[in-house]
């Protein structure tokens, strides 16, 4: 059964290509057809190997399968491998599950759409790019999948094209994360020329044997590796591109932009994590980042009116949780919260989606309203993935990864009681937000008419994951609620438990962690739906005003980028768009010129003129002649 | 005796297009297509079994011819060819295939003519990639040179009397400047030997004294720094791209180019080995800046085809950053960038003389959401805009991987400033597909998209670069025997420290 690894990326990248070559000839049904059951047979095969590697684990508790060398020159000979362990299949589970249920609901979402095929090409290129990078084994592999993840990122943004804005956006995606992506490449440069190799397990291994804990060419490392990680997880300072990348079809927003792609840094310090271990001082980063960014875009995503920037700036919050626990130590929680936030997050994309669709494409949640009523299955699914984004206790998938990344933020040796703090802020600006939503668009009065109602495709999806944003939280609970650890358990052979001491406040961490979203819920119900007029009296004041801007924009980085970036670059570029290294050489034929111009005086035609000078050289040559 | 046909056939298939141009205009195409195909058969006969494996001390040759012209001065005719010449020449024929399919409906005065000076042009290149004996490696070198000035001249665009002339004066005059060097080290030699030869074999390991190797490597250097281009000398390049036609452009960019960086891996190593250690910082600190500057300026253009002539000097300066680099990664890698930039710069470049034939503009700022009205002009030149931004899968990306990851070793702060040059690739490149193809189509142009022969051309470019970089290897195996053995030749610049 494992043999048949290669084709999890194998399936949609033939998917790809056949849609890309088949042109017109091919109906939109059919290509729907092609787009979605590639994807899904490859779901059904890790879902084969995921039941073969759990009853019958490898030696070594992983798998690799060689499809050919890459190159060889020298001593550096990557090859072209997959590589799964428990990490990746865990990885590669929840990624074909999530991407072929958003295939299922975009054959009907996208099915007015004069570029259907394009779409889903692009998709099946995504979701074969996706799982070569996580089940690459070796940087150079990874590389590929990391860079053709994003170029798919910028295809589907900027996939209504005709738009400039989304173009920009496409752009500024792709962009910034090449910056990240920048610092990684260099990263693995420098991997590889002071470790010989760039096989993961063989890195991983050759760092722990060569490099002391806290040397230069650890911390060096793991802070480029880092590097790459933040611009492709949009966390601070590159998180900039992620609101923006919602100009693309929300069922994109859904799979790439909330459910996997963004996540790929996380899971690349996962995999890297023994590097990390070495160098603590950035690891203590990592959890700074992390807390930083969840708590500022939190408080951006409470003063957005764009449902989709909502929701974006949830998940670089939500990202920035599980940056969060790979700062402390905690790396199995954080592929945990992964994986529920690729549930609930995916299902509230694609609810969102279902609102907008029934809308005509209204994204304002302000004219949104009363929605329960005329969307009731709608209503239920979202309310299901809000409440497993605000980590509703016990009920919810999104609490039980949540809190438990808050309890290891405080019990872990490199945690502490601030990061802990930060992470219960966010958790109850969290439920403020999230809730905030559901109260403005499904409660109050109508504003919108509904022209549309989501037909089976849709709903299909939005119920499934809706349940697994319930149950998903079941395979890991604390020790109060049942002492379950089938993930961590899972992860185990990847990804070494966090070594924590007995910590006396457990139960009053575990209370506060549950109380504050309940706070948040109940702030929210009672601004957003006792009394709407609390926040307009809120915004109205000066400070409130000025305050809900800066959150509205981000926390003005678009705007200090700009200034401090993007404007001098564009000015160094447009002052010397005629290439300022040419004058030199024009100045040289101008000079000619003149020289030119200034002996062709001489030719003047006229006879005394020549007779003068040639009486004149004539003297002056006898006088060379005479005088010695 | 293989090779000398390579050399001669494309100059004989040009006479016989000059002639059949007087009877009718559809001749001279297919005359130059049958001589190009009669040349790449060659080559692949040549591929498969190598004429003769001929071991002399500068390493594996795997065809060779030498014959006696001018005995008195120590002129042969010999070629000879290893890995690497032997790619660089495929490439030539192969883009030579390329130019005059772009050029068959684009060209329509002086057909034959036109022909006549293309395939001697290719001639020149094929007989510079793999002369032995530099006085022929200097004929051929201006052999190029003349029938590329006409191409430019005659069936160029608006500016192409300036750009002709400047093309011209810069690199006759640096091959003057080169033609002194090989006259220097021919006396030299002479005079220490008593054999006085052109013959590339033997010159190689004379003893020279310090100041003489620098200066005849400056005098090899400043012909070879032109044509690659390395800044600040690269202000032909724009000129001359832009205004030359389709075909005029792919053979710029994608052979004269190369012409520069062959020069420097095949002569200004290996016959100055000490020479180019000592100035070896000077040219990989140009090679990065080259790689920043081309970019910005190529960020700044309007017009479509100088953009890609600006991308040139970028990539170029990562084939410099390799071959200064001696080690054997950075210059697999620079070879790699070579072919890789041949053919997808060639490709922009016949996207960009497409577009021009059916919008007879080439400012950016009159295109405009075409994707619509050319979808696959518009796949395709996104595809090799990707490549260009070094995209990973694609031959580009692993020749500039390569060229980076053995420079790094060696400097890690110039291999760590030069990959800046990937975003600023990557700003460039998708700028340009937004400006052509994206956004509102506010000119309501309609245009024909690529018919059958166009795509067919495009195709094969297409699958030489997905070729390149998912399975580089049988090319790689190839450069195991280069000439100029990258071991030895590491080993020789140890020495000397």
Known sequence: MKSLLWLIPALPLAGFAVLLFSGSRLSNRLAGLIGTASVGLSAIISLLIAIDFISEPPVGNAYTQVLWRWLFIGGFSPEVALRLDALSLTMIMVITVVAFLIHLYSTEFMAEDEGYRRFFSYMNLFVGSMSVLVLADNMLLLYLGWEGVGLCSYLLIGFWYSDSYNGYAARKAFIVTRIGDTALIIGIFLLFTSLGTLQIQELIARASLMWPVNSAL???????????????????????????????????????????MVTAGVYLIARTHALFDLAPSIKMLVAVIGAATLLISAFSALAQSDIKRILAYSTISQIGYMFLALGVGAWSSAIFHFMTHAFFKALLFLGAGAVILSLDHEHNIFKMGGLKKELPFTFYVFFAGAASLSALPLVTAGYYSKDLILHDAFTSPSGSPLLWAVGILGAFLTALYTFRLLFIVFFGEPKTEVTSKPGLKIKLPLFVLAVFSITAGFVETTSSLGDIHILSGFLVSSLPPLTKPAEPNASQIEIAGAFAPLAGILIAYLIYYRNPGISESLAGLRFGNTLKSFWF???????????????????????????????????????????????????????????????????????????? | MILTLLVIIPLLGGLLSFYLGKISPMLPRWAALSALSVDFILLLILWIKPDAIISTQGGQWIAEVNLEWIPQLGI?????????????????????????????????ERIGFFHLNLLAVLSGIIGTFLSLDLFIFYFFWELMLIPMYFLIAIWGHEDRFYASIKFFIFTQASGLIMLVAILGLYFIHGKNTGAYTFDYTQLLGTTLSPAAEMWLMLGFLIAFAVKLPVIPIHTWLPDAHTEAPTAGSVILAGLLLKTGAYGMIRFIIPLFPHASSVIAPVIFTLAAAGILYGALVAFGQTDLKRLIAYTSVSHMG?????????????????????????????????????????????????????????????????????????????????????????????????????????????????????????????????????????????????????????????????????????????????ETR
């Not at chain 1, 590097?227 to 300072?237: D, E, Y």
């Not at chain 1, 020549?610 to 003297?619: N, P």
């Not at chain 2, 890995?83 to 490439?91: I, R, V």
């Not at chain 2, 060696?410 to 937004?434: D, E, F, H, R």
Request: contains cysteine.
């Open chain 1, 218 to 260: 650890a911390i060096a490392a793991s802070a480029l590796l880092l590097g790459g990680a933040l611009g492709k997880s949009a966390q601070l300072p590159l998180q900039t591109w992620l609101p923006d990348a919602m100009a693309g079809p929300t069922p994109v927003s859904a799979l790439i932009h909330a459910a996997t």
């Open chain 1, 553 to 628: 924009s981000g926390w003005g980085f678009d705007n200090f980028y700009d200034r401090f970036f993007v404007r001098p670059l564009f000015w160094i570029v447009m002052a010397n768009r005629n290439d300022f290294l040419d004058k030199p050489f024009l100045g040289i034929a101008s000079t000619l010129k003149g020289v030119n111009r200034l002996l062709a005086l001489s030719q003047s035609g006229k006879v005394r003129w020549y007779a003068f000078a040639i009486t004149m050289g004539a003297v002056l040559a006898l006088c060379a002649v005479i005088l010695p």
């Open chain 2, 76 to 108: 042969n005719f010999h070629l000879a060819m290893d890995g690497l010449n032997f790619l660089l020449t495929l490439l030539t024929v192969f883009l030579g295939i390329t130019a005059v399919a772009s050029s068959w409906t684009e060209i329509r």
């Open chain 2, 318 to 494: 990562f084939v410099l950053l390799g071959v200064f680099m001696f080690n054997d990664i950075a210059l697999k890698g620079a070879v790699l960038q070579m072919l890789c930039h041949g053919v997808s710069t060639g490709a922009l470049f016949i996207i960009a003389g497409a577009l021009q034939e059916r919008m007879h503009t080439r400012e950016m700022a009159r295109m405009g959401g075409l994707w619509a009205t050319t979808p696959r002009i518009g796949a395709v030149m996104l595809f090799f805009a990707l490549a260009s931004l070094g995209l990973p899968g694609l031959g580009n990306f692993i020749a500039e991987f390569l060229v980076l990851l053995g420079s790094f070793g060696a400097n890690k702060t110039v291999a760590s400033i030069a990959s800046v040059g990937l975003i600023l690739a990557m700003s460039y490149s998708l700028w340009m597909m937004q400006r052509v193809f994206h956004g509102p189509n506010e000119f309501n142009w309609s245009l024909a998209d690529f018919k059958t022969r166009e795509m067919a051309v495009m195709a094969a470019m297409v699958a030489i670069i997905l070729w390149l970089g998912v399975y580089p290897q049988p090319v790689l195996d190839r450069l195991g025997n280069m000439q100029t053995g990258p071991q030895s030749l590491s080993a020789s610049v140890k």
